[in-house]
């Protein structure tokens, strides 16, 4: 049995429109190909698919994730993505209630 385990990341650009939210299940996330899931090189299902073949994924796994506007090399966030780090946040925790986590706000 393994913690459940949230990840958040930029999604590839081809995900959707600039800015926006998605949450992906672990179903979406072990399923399909590999690489279209992240903005990274290595995507988060390479990642997820060796720890499977490990027998080592979480069985509660989600991803909470934002377009980004644009991929660069640039550490900040785009604007876009930055407006929406509160709902970020807001998914997160929400996220985190519904598995039964204490949240504490500030």
């Given at each position: ?5 949230i990840?958040?990341d ?22 399909g ?6 903005a ?7 990642v ?43 998914t ?15």
């Open positions: 049995q393994h913690d459940p385990v990840i958040i930029a999604l590839s650009p081809d995900s959707g429109v600039p800015g926006s939210l998605h949450i992906i299940s672990d179903d979406m996330l072990t399923g190909e590999t690489g279209g899931c992240s990274h090189h290595v995507g988060i299902r390479d997820l698919m060796l720890l499977q073949a490990q027998a080592a994924l979480p069985d509660d796994l989600v991803l909470v994730g934002v377009v980004p506007a644009v991929l660069d090399y640039d550490f900040r966030l785009s604007t876009i993505v930055e407006k929406q780090m509160p709902l970020v946040e807001k997160v925790l929400e996220q985190l209630r519904l598995r039964k986590f204490e949240v504490w706000e500030q």
